[in-house]
């Protein structure tokens, strides 16, 4: 990984040097080694602190709507899911795509902290990852953890492969996989409705409504959200009454469905470890099954399922037909 | 309206009926004046076309106290605004397959296409989608998901 | 602050004697916002409407709701009546207690209960209504006639001696239509030809008229006063604009095996053919299918003797494409298909035949010129039996459920026909009911009866079979109370009429309403039955319902002044009730658009200020709200909620939804 960031920082320095760009969009070392930010480098100087390592779990696409809008061109670094996401704002015209110059960088699978911690290792200071085992270096001396096993979520079924480059920093090629995202799905379509109901009544109960998941999904970027607009009769007010929570994420899902690339990043910042991913994946396995296999974000053109149609779609009232109970 | 202690009175549900203006309200109308009765505790409203109904004013019956929800439209291939009903057939079957993954009972939301023709039809349609809300008794998962778990 | 008025119609005793009316206005003048509440017997009259406008005036109404009818029936009213009164129209609700309450509950406390919540709600959405203004747009002043038969020949000739440019598109290679095939019309027995064909040529010279012949509608866009169609125009083969007509091609077509659809199959044709000899337009046109020249490559006799090079076997379908302000649908009729009928016999005998059939063995022109010659041996029939009502009033799924309305007038035509040129032949009418309303109609049929001895049976045929060469024709007789056998030389089946089958497509072209029997709906079965529910579409003849000729003249008639009426205005009041995006939410997306079906939605770049003396530009939505037709589904794509549709917002629905569920 230390070598894929030296290209890349020679690479951002190169194209900040020589004004081809007025900025760089990657990632910034945090506090300790597992918590770097996205962040917008304008000068050589800046890139001091730049970084690139199995913590850069980050989807930088959404900041490319405010940034393409500012003088002068911006490099981003992309990872193969975030390339999704980025083609999927430039059809909705939300970034101005001739601003932008796209780095593919290479992906291995993004490690999650929270998963590490949980196996009884704290005070991380350091990671290294041998195939498919993680170093993990603390004050106490070191651990060896499955990587599968302290993976993000979103990296555990990805299968993802980069859809825009204007270059890309490829130096380890990332061996395709046998993985099913839809099992989580699956298990819960097996599941009683009581079940379900049940699941998820414990689920969004923990939610907070801290608004984590809407702001960091680039699907969700609308200039004003419903939730904030009081005039939409479904803005959320403190404590307005029992339904609030479950209205929020049903709307928020439904309003991704067919957008939604299945990036992940909703469920990485929930505080509350909300699988919230397991909603929109449930559109999307639902219009793979109905109107044929579709991936968001897979052009940058072209309508999504619910902006078109066919004459024979199956009707609302079969959706349910085949279920096996 | 009425005051009546609870466990006495037979469980009546509230129906939430969304007809659009061209086919299905005219349906129901027909309905009327044919005289196909069908149960005073569905309550109409007009759109004008099935794909003005945003999902939201489905949640939105459902958490005001809506014990079920139908949503009617013109034939697919006949509706006024040529496609409108085709993007509902979509929305809807997401949303309610969506909704009964969430754990909603799926028979408490229904989309029936019925033409200005079908009088008969739509006094049928509400005949049988008032007796299956009523087999399943009163919505509670919609309104009360906040009650947390344990309570 | 709000100033509701509500108003409560008893309609007669039609929404009073199942909904206390009076009781619905006291509860509802509690309600937040009401300041006037009342109830009348017909709010519609003139006396209930004054009741309306002087209260509007009087108590300063912000908004008005009316409790009564299906606003599909009076909510123009009302909304004149409070534009009268200075209200804007666009603030009045109506609550549907008649059809969606009073008809159909029978129980007086339950149908008030929900009069109550349905006046509430309409109370709910009226607070939420906006003035609203109607836009205008320009009218096309050129109008379209789809299918060319009595009906659309006869509005096109009143449209057009108005002084507005029609085209007539027609399946087929002529106009003229089901009359153009009928050898006598009833009550007159005046020859059907004769007083048709002058129309056709009318139609053909007049300069405002462009016949568009072997033409199909194939694509229609646009909205009332404005509508762009694509008109298919099939190969014909032959230039039209060189054919003179003359029939040498038809002389020398070496195929002559044809089956002549003119004379409903009952002879043949050559492949090349003019249809009949007063065919508008007088040009020939090749049967591709049965064409040698066609099939194997080599023949192009045609070509060879045209003496005016009309023949081009190259021809392509070609596609024009023109502007209308009215459309006028003319689609017409077909016998249905008898093969649901086994129990006639019709498939596995040629002498039993259709009336239509019948028509073509009786007219000069037909495959016998005229002499009734049976279709099995060419022997004049002895013995004539005819069936009543072959599919129509049939509610076992087999036929239709309707009256097709003209069987037993042309029964009576026939029978009278037959018996008047051959007086030694017998004929028998099998019949359900004689229905005879029309001016001179029941004359007609007693004519028929008393006058030329027709022995009319009332009862139902069980079934015909062939002992001997003879049609036995087994039925009951009703009023003797037997089971009779008549042995028949020739069967006539009176087979219902259903809408022409394309129907289907054009009303799908025109999101014009069809009914479960295919026949286009009104917008009014009484009070508008030549308009379709979509605004610019018009309905003449058999397309609408069953009907006979001075019927579906008079429809005719009355489409085309509605069309007169239309394209005499220069600009036409738009329905205010459209989409409209709020820019300051709209994310520039395009999924509205890609949901619009008129192409409405187009978008633009505008400087949006961010505060702190900063701007941004931004994409945006914009809606053309003469072209929107507002059905709103670019507002449920809309994430942001930034689309919304007037009259309809969804603030307005929610509030509706709220008033329901309120417990």
Known sequence: ?325 | MQEVTTEKKEFTPNIVAFCCNWCSYAGADLAGSSRLTYPANVKIIRVPCSCRVNPTFVLKAFQQGADGVILCGCHPGDCHYVTGNYYTRRRMALLYSFLNYMGIEKERTRVEWVSAAEGARFSAVMNDFVAQVTALGENKRLTDLRVKEGE | MQRIGVFICWCGSNIAATVDVEKVAEVIKSEPGVVYSANYQYMCSENGQQLIKQAIKEHNLTGIVVGACSPRMHEATFRKAAEAAGLNPYMVEIANIREHCSWIHKDMDEATEKAVILVRTAIAKVKLNAPLTAGESPVVKRALVIGGGIAGIQAALDIADAGFEVDIVEKNATIGGRMAQIDKTFPTLDCSACILTPKMVDCAQHEKIDILSYSEVEDVKGFVGNFSVTIRRKARYVDETKCTGCKICMEKCPSKKGLNTFNMGLNTRPAIHIPFAQAIPNVAVIDAEQCIKFKTGKCGICQKFCGVGAIDYEQKDSFIERQYGAIVVATGFKPIELTAFNEYGYADNKDVITSLELERLMNAAGPTNGVLLRPSDGQHPKVITFIQCVGSRDTSGCGKPYCSKICCMYTAKHAMLIREKYPDTEVHVFYIDVRTPGKNYDEFYRRAVEQYGVDYIKGMVGKVYNENGKLMVQGSNLIDNEQITIESDLVVLAAAIEPEPSVRKIATLLTASIDTNNFLTESHAKLRPVESPTAGVYLAGVCQGPKDIPETVSQASACAAKVIGLLAKDKLKTNPCVATPDETMCNGCSQCANVCAYGAITYVEKEFRLGGGKTEIRRVASVNPAVCQGCGACTVTCPSGAMDLKGFSSKQIMSEVDAICKK
């Open chain 1, 1 to 325: 990984m230390k070598d894929v960031e030296l290209k890349m920082l020679e690479r951002a320095k190169a194209l900040l040097e020589s004004g081809e760009v007025a900025r760089v969009i990657g990632w910034k070392k945090g506090d300790f080694c597992h918590d770097p930010s996205p962040a917008s480098f304008e000068s050589v100087e800046e890139l001091d602190s730049f970084v690139y390592d199995y913590f850069c779990g980050a989807n930088l696409s959404k900041y490319l709507i405010q940034m393409s809008k500012k003088e002068g061109k911006t490099a981003v670094f992309l990872k193969p899911c975030d390339s999704y996401s980025f083609n999927q704002l430039v059809k909705e015209h939300r970034i101005k795509r001739e601003n932008v110059y796209v780095i593919a960088v290479e992906c291995l699978g993004k490690l999650d902290i929270e998963k590490i911690k949980a196996k009884g290792v704290s005070f991380v200071t350091g990671v290294e990852v041998q195939d498919k085992e993680v170093k993990v270096t603390t004050p106490y001396g070191e651990e060896v953890l499955s990587k599968p096993d302290v993976v993000l979520t979103k990296c555990a079924t990805c299968n993802k492969t980069h859809q825009v480059k204007d270059e890309e920093i490829i130096l380890h090629e990332r061996p395709e996989r046998d993985v099913n995202r839809f099992e989580e799905v699956e298990k819960l379509e097996a599941m009683t409705e009581d079940e379900r109901f049940a699941y998820w009544r414990a689920q969004l109960s923990k939610c907070i409504r801290c608004n984590a998941c809407r702001n960091v999904c680039p699907a969700c970027s609308c200039v004003k959200c419903v939730f904030d607009n009081p005039a939409s009769g479904i803005a959320a007010k403190a404590n307005d009454d029992k339904f609030e929570e479950q209205l929020f994420h049903i709307i928020r899902a439904f309003h991704v469905a067919g957008r939604c690339t299945d990036c992940g990043e909703c469920s990485r910042v929930c505080p509350q470890n909300i699988p919230l991913h397991l909603l929109n994946r449930k559109f999307i396995k639902d219009i793979d099954g109905l109107y044929g296999e579709y991936q968001a974000g897979e052009t940058d053109e072209g309508k999504t399922p619910l902006t078109s149609y066919t004459e024979g779609d199956a009707e609302p009232n079969d959706v349910f037909k085949g279920e096996a109970k």
